[in-house]
């Protein structure tokens, strides 16, 4: 495999060492083709070579009859991309007919791409995804680079994999770095291999030579596998990069004018035809951050949906290949775009502000309904018919005031009228006898043997005198209401 560069250089990687290209290694007894870890340049200014190994193109550091392209424009000297055809342990014997080359073992996948930096003399390995074509080799490929150089195509034509020809293709694909997807931009059924391929001006791969295939015949004999197709008259066929069509002529003025991203890759990677890819990172990432930024891939930050119009799809097809593109009207200024981001930045705003609105009123409207049903309850409750405290007798006596804990006026209101106990038993565990009606002024009695009721005192009889002996009673002004125990009636009551 070999390539030329702008810089007076020449690249050579791969190879076998076969019997018929040295004499001496010929003339060795059972002597076998096997592969070398070969990769030559060339400086045509001095006329000199360099031989550097290729251990770390692949995992055996081999190649042959596979596909390699140089970019430019990506790093400082530029990088070499090479991927597919056949690969082995180096020095192990094999045969190089094609009938002889069909071990899977052997086969350099054509996801697997190998990306070499010039100026560093370093080899990346990373994974391609997408409309990956069938392993093949004795193809041949070429790279053109967008206007803005944010993506890099390699076109590749051709090659032989499969044992038949019913699992060959004609079809040009595109391997775009550095998303590294491969597209398939034709579909055609004219198989070639053998070929080689170039850039003709800035716009046109030419496709020199080859062979075509007869049935499951990769080499026919004779005349058979010669050109039968019109679009390789005379054994070139020319085929143009900005509308994917094959030609029969060449037109210089148009194949000098620039290259333009055909819409069936940047419907892919992003963008417009003469550049913009907005997919530069591929499907699983870079393998190494060295290789991003070999590249020229800084970290992707994914923006969030932008307002605006949706893109138009019509169908355009290439021979048999039906490819869908997309048409969007651009913005005629950042402002317009700008202010759309300012209207949908004011209506979200406005809608949050709503919102909130609507569950103040709503959380109102239920703490609100909830306070009146309970209001309402309150009202519909039954009162009690009767005092919630008695005035009972206890071990300990009390003052007129609430004792303890009392939940609400109401008690406190029985508790200042009736006398309240730390412990208020059953009328049934505490029979008690009532008191005589209070005195109508307060007046200080001793009862003992000689008794001072005084006057206004009506209730102290002598039954009374004897229960209230040696006691001594501050009465007041008022008189309480004695209860009815239902056991023993109050004096004033048996008097009467």
């Not at 596909?67 to 790093?75: A, H, M």
């Not at 209001?375 to 009767?386: T, V």
């Not at 009862?447 to 102290?460: D, R």
Request: hydrophobic fraction near 30%; glycine fraction near 8%.
């Amino acid at each position: 495999m070999a390539v030329q560069s702008i810089q007076s250089r020449g690249f050579f990687l791969g190879g076998a060492k076969a019997p018929r290209s040295d004499a001496a290694f010929n003339a060795e007894e059972d002597a076998s083709p096997y592969l070398v870890r070969n990769f030559l340049s060339f400086n045509e200014k001095n006329e000199t070579f360099r031989n550097t190994s290729s251990a770390g193109l692949n995992k055996d550091g081999t190649v042959i009859s596979g596909f390699l392209s140089i970019i430019e424009s990506i790093g400082a000297r530029g990088v070499l991309v090479a991927f597919g055809g056949l690969t082995n342990t180096i020095a192990s014997a094999m045969s190089l007919r094609d009938a002889d080359l069909k071990d899977p073992m052997l086969r350099w996948a054509m996801q697997n791409i190998s990306i070499y930096d010039i100026a560093n003399q370093k080899w990346y390995q990373q994974q391609a995804t997408g409309d990956i074509p069938s392993w093949r080799y004795l193809g041949c490929s070429v790279a053109v680079s967008a206007p803005d150089n944010s993506s890099h195509s390699i076109y590749v034509y051709g090659g032989w994999g499969a044992t038949n020809t019913q699992k060959n293709d004609g079809n040009v694909y595109v391997l775009s770095i550095p998303s590294f997807k491969w597209i398939r931009v034709t579909r055609d059924t004219d198989q070639r291999s053998r070929h080689k391929c170039h850039l003709m001006g800035k716009n046109h791969m030419v496709v020199v030579g080859g062979i075509q295939p007869n049935n499951d015949n990769i080499q026919p004999e004779g005349t058979i596998g010669c050109d039968t197709e019109s679009k390789f008259a005379q054994g070139l066929g020319i085929f143009s990069l900005n509308d994917h069509s094959w030609r029969t002529d060449y037109n210089p003025a148009e194949g000098s004018g620039p290259y333009r991203v055909h819409p069936s890759i940047y419907q892919v990677i992003g963008g417009n035809e003469t550049g913009g890819s907005t997919r530069k990172t591929p499907l699983k990432g870079f393998s190494s951050k060295s290789l991003q930024k070999l590249l020229g891939v800084e970290d992707e930050v994914r923006p969030g949906p932008r307002p605006g119009p949706k893109p138009s799809s019509s169908m355009s097809s290439t021979g048999d290949n039906s490819s869908e593109t997309s048409s969007t009207e651009p913005s005629t200024s950042s402002t317009k775009t700008n202010h759309l981001t300012a209207q949908a930045i004011v209506g979200t705003a406005v809608g949050a502000v709503v919102v909130v609105i609507i569950l103040s009123a709503l959380t109102y409207f239920f703490i609100r309904r909830r306070r009146i049903r309970r209001q309402e309850l309150l009202r519909k409750r039954p009162s009690s018919p009767r005092p919630i405290l008695q005035r009972f007798y206890s071990e300990l006596d009390a003052t007129p005031t609430a004792q303890e804990m009392h939940s609400s006026d109401k008690e406190d209101k029985l508790a200042r009228q009736y006398w309240a106990h730390e412990m208020a038993g059953s009328l049934d565990d505490y029979p008690v006898k009532p008191l005589p009606m209070r005195p109508t002024r307060e007046e200080k009695i001793v009862l003992g043997n000689g008794v001072e009721t005084g006057a206004g005192h009506p209730g102290l009889d002598s039954e009374n005198r004897d229960q209230w002996k040696g006691s001594e009673l501050h009465l007041s002004r008022e008189s309480l209401p004695i209860p009815n125990t239902g056991r023993e009636k109050p004096a004033a009551n048996r008097n009467m």
